[in-house]
């Protein structure tokens, strides 16, 4: 697509309950990344895939927080056992590469996620 | 590990003053460095990437410079509108060989008419 596209723009849930976020990146770009956003915080690095590379699950917070990307392309986030703290914006990013080097970075509108 | 901060964290300014934004990071093992804007509720929109070897980039009425040596990168707002109001973060990779972003906290910015 023209552009990052990010579904549902927005959720709310009830603790406990399991959620699914998508990510569908530009069109041709191989990188992908999750952030969170939290209220009066700062963007939170969740997870990086790149290609066919094994992806960085380094800032995944918990078990409960899983991420795919199938076929290359579009990448879901998965919450499971959602609690209150979960709450906040997930922000999708696709970045050209220049190798293997992330170059400009291009966000989605960010699906806000509210857990009651 | 990679720290940003944005000084400051606030700032509001009347229409048609040239301002600038900071940004210091503690690792300069950086390969670039963006700035962002943030609209309320929005996702954000890149403004400029300097390479590592560059020492500034220009955009419109947006200057981006670079000192990595130092760890200080400046965003430089000439002639602010209302429009410009947002918030603009900075962001660099998280250390050597890391392709993670570390992000600032921004600076809001408020353009009075």
């Known amino acids: 697509g023209a552009g990052v596209s990010q579904s549902p723009s927005n959720k709310v849930t009830e603790k406990g309950k399991d959620v699914e976020l998508r990510c569908d990146p530009i069109s041709g770009h191989t990188a992908l990344y999750w952030y969170r956003q939290s209220l009066g915080q700062g963007l939170e690095f969740l997870i990086y895939f790149q290609g066919n590379s094994a992806p960085d699950k380094s800032g995944l917070p918990s078990d409960r927080f899983s991420a795919e990307r199938t076929g290359g392309s579009v990448s879901t986030l998965t919450i499971q056992r959602t609690q209150q703290e979960d709450s906040a914006v997930y922000l999708c990013?696709?970045?050209?590469?220049?190798?293997?080097?992330?170059?400009?970075?291009?966000f989605g509108e960010g699906s806000r996620l509210t857990v009651l | 590990k990679q720290e940003v901060t944005q000084i400051p964290a606030a700032l509001s300014v009347p229409e048609g003053e040239n301002l600038v934004l900071n940004c210091s990071f503690t690792?300069?093992?950086?390969?670039?460095l963006q700035w962002f804007r943030q609209d309320p509720g929005k996702g954000l929109t890149s403004l400029l990437l300097?390479?590592?070897?560059?020492r500034e980039q220009t955009s419109g009425r947006l200057n981006a410079s670079l000192d990595k040596s130092s760890g200080r990168s400046t965003l430089y707002i000439a002639a602010s509108q209302p429009g410009d109001s947002a918030t603009y973060l900075c962001?660099?990779?998280?250390?050597?060989?890391?392709?993670?972003?570390?992000f600032g906290k921004g600076t809001k910015l408020s353009v009075i008419p």
């Open positions: 990013a696709s970045p050209t590469l220049a190798g293997v080097i992330p170059g400009e970075l291009f």
């Open positions: 300097i390479q590592s070897s560059q």
């Open positions: 690792d300069s093992a950086i390969y670039n």
């Open positions: 962001a660099v990779p998280s250390g050597a060989g890391s392709y993670q972003l570390t």
